[in-house]
């Protein structure tokens, strides 16, 4: 599922590319987290994702371009996938990067 989230949020143009997985190595990005799976059902089962925006200081007012990314990302998940029980947070910042936190859930069938 997190193949798809991915694919679909490089389409949408956010201005950073959007990877699986977390890059320690990369200072910047959009980063998809498959945080569990579990079935609900025999024929479904259930998703927690998570992505991270993490945008450099060096943007000119990093902490509204993380926001506004993140907006952008939330929209694009109702909009087009079946996700629920989205939730964003402010991380907030460490040395060189503001970082906002998408959690939602999302399901299929088997």
Known sequence: MIKEIAKLL????LGYS?????????SEG???????????TNTSIEDSI????????????PYLKA????ERIISILK????AYQVRSRYVGANST???F??????????
């Open 10 to 13: 490089n389409e949408s143009e």
């Open 18 to 26: 959007a990877s699986l997985g977390y890059s320690s190595e990369k």
């Open 30 to 40: 959009i980063f998809i987290l498959d945080t569990n799976s579990q079935g609900v």
């Open 50 to 61: 998570q992505i991270l925006v993490q945008v450099n200081d060096l943007v000119m007012d």
């Open 67 to 70: 926001k506004e990314i993140s």
């Open 79 to 82: 909009e087009e996938t079946e």
């Open 97 to 99: 990067l503001q970082i």
């Open 101 to 110: 936190s998408i959690n939602f859930k999302i399901g299929g069938v088997r």
